[in-house]
């Protein structure tokens, strides 16, 4: 009888043993997970850490919702930005370039310049609401759009008609074409009087004067055109007064001289202003310039608007349901 009960003592001392030994591993767990934080503290370790982990999931996906509705301000205002301000500032710089601002009224397409208080405005509205406003990005998208697509259509009608009525042989074609070609007329007989007077008072034979100096060189033009100062060939001002009325035209006529190398108006002449060669009359260099120049730049401002409005529409439509779903209010 002694001999088993020495046996079962010895086995269940080695049973306690190892009780011992297969909780001490699992106590230094705990003690490693829990850090003596209080996340750990009175519960399973592993269920705890495994909780923590889904928390930091869940808010992370939160933060990342509300970091893109912060950024969505800015992207609808960039985005809005490089829509409509390019072709804004196509359309003015072509209407206020010289060739083309004396035939327009270059006050019409101020209009534009409320798109980018538009684009402001919306900022400013997504800004103070934290989420996608409806109306502000309808106004900024369809507004804007249309007031492009109105200008760049007046525009293109304009040029087409001006390209044809330039290129034309008939000076009497609209009453901007007559009035310049009376104006280089003025000009031109300014200019010859000018020259015979410096001929007869010097000895200076007229062709040679005429290859020398150009009209701006003679008093009577600088009175005319209202600049006085001293000139290259100084006369009488005299008879100055049936030149009068003439100061824009004739700035306009000099500008194209120097700028596009033509002579005369309605027909190819003599440069009264310019000594470059000329290669054709300045009424066809106008009609290229709205040609070549002012319809292609138009064309592209329509279309590209009419593809806005379109797309804008349908975007703000399908995005109706969606918006609702997630819960804002559209």
Request: glycine share 6%; hydrophobic share 45%.
């Given at each position: 009888?002694?001999?088993?009960?020495?046996?079962?003592?010895?086995?269940?001392?080695?049973?306690?043993?190892?009780?011992?030994?297969?909780?001490?591993?699992?106590?230094?767990?705990?003690?490693?997970?829990?850090?003596?934080?209080?996340?750990?503290?009175g519960?399973?370790?592993?269920?705890?850490?495994?909780?923590?982990?889904?928390?930091?999931?869940?808010?992370?996906?939160?933060?990342?919702?509300?970091?893109?509705?912060?950024?969505?301000?800015?992207?609808?205002?960039?985005?809005?930005?490089?829509?409509?301000?390019?072709?804004?500032?196509?359309?003015?710089?072509?209407?206020?370039?010289?060739?083309?601002?004396?035939?327009?009224?270059?006050?019409?397409?101020?209009?534009v310049?409320?798109?980018?208080?538009?684009?402001?405005?919306?900022?400013?509205?997504?800004?103070?609401?934290?989420?996608?406003?409806?109306?502000?990005?309808?106004?900024?998208?369809?507004?804007?759009?249309?007031?492009?697509?109105?200008?760049?259509?007046?525009?293109?009608?304009?040029?087409?008609?001006?390209?044809?009525?330039?290129?034309?042989?008939?000076?009497?074609?609209?009453?901007?074409?007559?009035?310049?070609?009376?104006?280089?007329?003025?000009?031109?007989?300014?200019?010859?009087?000018?020259?015979?007077?410096?001929?007869?008072?010097?000895?200076?034979?007229?062709?040679?004067?005429?290859?020398?100096?150009?009209?701006?060189?003679?008093?009577?033009?600088?009175?005319?055109?209202?600049?006085?100062?001293?000139?290259?060939?100084?006369?009488?001002?005299?008879?100055t007064g049936?030149?009068?009325?003439y100061?824009?035209?004739?700035?306009?006529?000099?500008?194209?001289?120097?700028?596009?190398?033509c002579?005369?108006?309605?027909?190819?002449?003599?440069?009264?202003?310019?000594?470059?060669?000329?290669?054709?009359?300045?009424?066809?260099?106008?009609?290229?310039?709205?040609?070549?120049?002012?319809?292609?730049?138009?064309?592209?401002?329509?279309?590209?608007?009419?593809?806005?409005?379109?797309?804008?529409?349908?975007?703000?439509?399908?995005?109706?349901?969606?918006?609702r779903?997630?819960?804002?209010?559209?």
């Open positions: 009888d002694t001999e088993p009960r020495s046996r079962a003592a010895s086995a269940q001392t080695q049973a306690g043993h190892c009780a011992a030994a297969m909780q001490a591993p699992a106590h230094g767990l705990a003690s490693f997970a829990g850090g003596g934080d209080p996340l750990f503290e519960g399973d370790a592993a269920d705890r850490l495994f909780s923590a982990a889904g928390s930091e999931k869940r808010l992370g996906i939160s933060v990342g919702r509300i970091d893109m509705l912060k950024l969505f301000p800015a992207l609808f205002t960039m985005v809005c930005g490089l829509l409509f301000l390019v072709p804004m500032c196509n359309l003015l710089i072509i209407a206020r370039s010289t060739e083309v601002a004396y035939f327009t009224m270059v006050e019409f397409y101020y209009v310049a409320v798109i980018p208080v538009i684009i402001l405005v919306t900022h400013f509205v997504h800004m103070q609401r934290g989420a996608p406003n409806k109306v502000a990005m309808a106004v900024t998208l369809i507004v804007p759009s249309l007031l492009l697509l109105a200008c760049g259509n007046r525009q293109y009608m304009q040029a087409v008609s001006m390209t044809d009525r330039l290129a034309a042989s008939d000076c009497n074609a609209m009453p901007q074409k007559q009035k310049l070609q009376q104006a280089w007329e003025a000009a031109h007989d300014l200019w010859m009087g000018c020259l015979n007077e410096t001929s007869t008072l010097y000895g200076y034979d007229v062709a040679t004067l005429q290859r020398s100096f150009r009209i701006q060189d003679c008093d009577e033009y600088l009175d005319a055109a209202g600049a006085n100062s001293k000139s290259r060939l100084s006369r009488s001002t005299r008879g049936s030149y009068l009325g100061a824009e035209e004739w700035a306009y006529l000099r500008y194209l001289e120097e700028n596009h190398f002579g005369g108006w309605c027909t190819p002449r003599v440069q009264l202003w310019s000594h470059v060669r000329s290669k054709d009359s300045c009424s066809n260099a106008v009609a290229d310039v709205f040609g070549w120049y002012v319809q292609p730049h138009a064309a592209e401002v329509c279309s590209v608007m009419v593809v806005i409005f379109t797309v804008s529409a349908i975007v703000l439509v399908l995005l109706g349901p969606i918006m779903k997630s819960g804002f209010d559209w």
